[in-house]
């Protein structure tokens, strides 16, 4: 396996899984909290993706492929957001005083009722992402990357850029990270600290809805259970980053992707062929396992924040 | 009309109960100081009155208004505006974030920046780190800073909790006069202290708490000069 191919594979991958921990990020940055039912969110942009697609083609609405994916995409958008909104107040703004366990437990049970309404509404079948965007290769230095990739990477570079420069430069920005650092003093400058919390859950959950598409995309397909997995990576990639951390979940993102596309590479060469690259997932839980004994602040992260 | 009346307070934690009835009021452009040991419920009365706790019983007036049920983040525009104990400054935000911060809720934004350099006129220091994190400043500075910020939000009453707190003699004079000087520019000032005697000797009136009850209230020099005061907080 060629080296480059590898690393382009693991920045596709990697920009992903940065797009939605950032989602992780933000809302442990704001209350403290994991929200597990992030990816499920994910999973029901793609879902919706995939639907909207099959309606406008029933209807026989004949676009580009991509201005039908973009079409498809202002309905999950709004939809995954609605549901993020939707996520934080039932099942954490009415824990917001209790014990840290407690919204820990609402957001797993939250996440398996998703999955399940999922299977409801869609399903158990891996359902096909239709071949709408262009699958044709670019070759970069003897490695091959798609078209559709290297718009997922380009895609997801801007929208990381504009989502730190709306964090660092513009008074929601200034009121998210005031909120994050101390609520009560944020509500004594006149900062709806709910409204600040909502408005994070549901950004978050844009760029999530944005990466489910992506992911199913990239693969062709989608599944109700895709969620799981994907969410726990890119909590992965948050947490290697350093949870809290918006610049942290994008090194971690991007270096998580790296690091699993290399070892999927690699893990043959590496175990005499005893292991094949469908082991590919157990990188993500030792990096989850090495950072978490090493270094629970992650790369980038300071130590525990402070709250007041 | 007062501007700030208090009627028959009570505040409490569970069941501890922190303040047991108090009355007070505050007129338009007076300088009044809440004095008391630590654990009297001055910080509590404070809360209460900007909301960030809820009364159990009793009635606040601000303006003519109840204002008991108020959302803690309507008050800023109201007028009322709380420089927390131990100043609550946004750590990780740079100093200028922070000014900017106080002046959140309102939306003129180049009256914002001329209040910001007239800031920065008052606390040099200020200036010279203004794109410096908040949490990188001297307790002193971030004294400065939690009152610029306050001065930003344009209060008309001005809440202060305890802002001589920790910080060396020389700051806490510079501190002190800058109460005087936003007081004589019109805005009306309840300061909390335990520093007593710098307290009473700025302020128009006082209020002295014990254990959750106003005990003593009057003219600040009558307060200074009685010897219950004196015997109790001055140390003489
Ligand atoms: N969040 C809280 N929970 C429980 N008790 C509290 C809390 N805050 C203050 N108290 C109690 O209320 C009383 C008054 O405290 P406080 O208002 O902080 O006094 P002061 O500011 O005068 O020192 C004290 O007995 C204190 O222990
Ligand atoms: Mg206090």
Redesign the pocket.
């Known amino acids: 396996m060629d080296f480059l191919q590898q690393i382009l594979n693991g920045l596709v991958l990697g920009s992903i899984y940065a797009l939605i921990a950032l989602g992780y990020t933000m809302v442990y940055g704001i209350m403290g909290l994991i929200n597990f039912a992030h990816g499920e969110v994910t999973m029901i942009g793609a879902m919706v993706t995939i639907t909207v697609l099959g309606v406008l083609a029933n209807a026989g609405v004949d676009l580009p492929g991509a201005v039908m994916v973009l079409l498809a995409l202002m309905v999950a958008i709004p939809v995954c957001m609605l549901l993020g909104f939707t996520i934080e107040r039932v099942a954490y703004r009415p824990l917001r005083n209790a014990p840290r366990l407690a919204p820990l437990i609402t957001a797993i049970g939250l996440s398996i009722v998703l999955q399940n309404l999922a299977i409801l509404i869609w399903g158990r079948n891996y359902i096909p992402f239709p071949p709408l965007l262009p699958h044709d290769s670019v070759n970069i230095f003897g490695a091959s990357i798609t078209v559709l990739q290297v718009v997922i990477i380009f895609l997801a570079i801007a929208i990381m850029v504009g989502l730190l420069l709306m964090v660092e430069k513009t008074k929601l920005g200034r009121a998210m990270r005031a909120t994050s650092q101390n609520p009560a003093v944020a509500g004594l400058m006149g900062v709806n600290v709910n409204t600040v919390i909502s408005m994070t859950f549901v950004i978050g959950a844009g760029l999530g809805a944005i990466a489910g598409v992506m992911v199913a995309a990239n693969y062709d397909q989608a599944h109700s259970h895709m969620g799981f997995l994907i969410g726990l990576k890119a909590f992965t990639a948050a947490v290697l980053g350093g949870i809290g951390n918006l610049g942290g979940a994008v090194v971690g993102g991007i270096l998580l992707g790296v690091i699993e596309s290399l070892g999927a590479g690699y893990i043959g060469d590496l175990t005499g062929g005893f292991l094949g690259s469908h082991y590919q997932d157990i990188f993500a839980f030792m990096v989850l396992i090495l950072v978490l004994v090493f270094r629970p602040s992650g790369l980038l992260g300071e130590r525990v924040a402070e709250r007041a | 009309m007062s501007l700030l009346e208090v009627k028959k307070l009570e505040v409490a934690?569970?069941g501890?109960q922190?303040?047991k009835g108090i009355d007070l009021h505050i007129e338009q452009g007076e300088l009044v100081t809440l004095i008391?040991?630590?654990?009297?419920?001055?910080?509590?009365?404070l809360?209460t009155l900007v909301g960030l706790v809820k009364p159990k019983s009793g009635s606040i007036s601000y303006d003519g208004n109840d204002c008991t049920k108020i959302p803690v983040h309507h008050f800023v525009s109201k007028g009322l505006s709380l420089v927390p104990?131990g100043r609550g400054v946004f750590s990780r935000l740079t100093v200028e974030e922070n000014l900017r911060m106080g002046a959140f809720y309102r939306n003129d934004p180049n009256a914002i920046n001329a209040e910001i350099e007239h800031v920065y006129e008052l606390f040099p220091r200020l200036k010279e780190r203004y794109k410096q994190l908040a949490g990188t400043l001297s307790g002193g500075e971030q004294q400065m800073l939690a009152m610029g910020r306050a001065i930003l939000a344009k209060p008309k009453l001005l809440l202060l909790?305890?802002p001589s707190m920790g910080l060396a003699p020389i700051i806490v004079q510079k501190i002190f006069e800058i109460v005087k000087m936003i007081s004589q520019q019109g805005v009306t000032i309840l300061l909390?202290e335990q520093n007593a005697k710098l307290a009473l000797e700025v302020s128009d009136r006082g209020y002295v708490?014990e254990s959750?009850k106003i005990t003593m209230s009057g003219p600040a020099q009558e307060l200074l000069h009685s010897d219950a005061v004196k015997k109790a907080y001055l140390g003489e």
Request: charged content about 25%.
């Open positions: 934690y569970g501890i922190a303040v008391g040991a630590n654990g009297a419920g001055k910080t509590t009365t809360k104990e909790d305890e909390v708490m959750g």
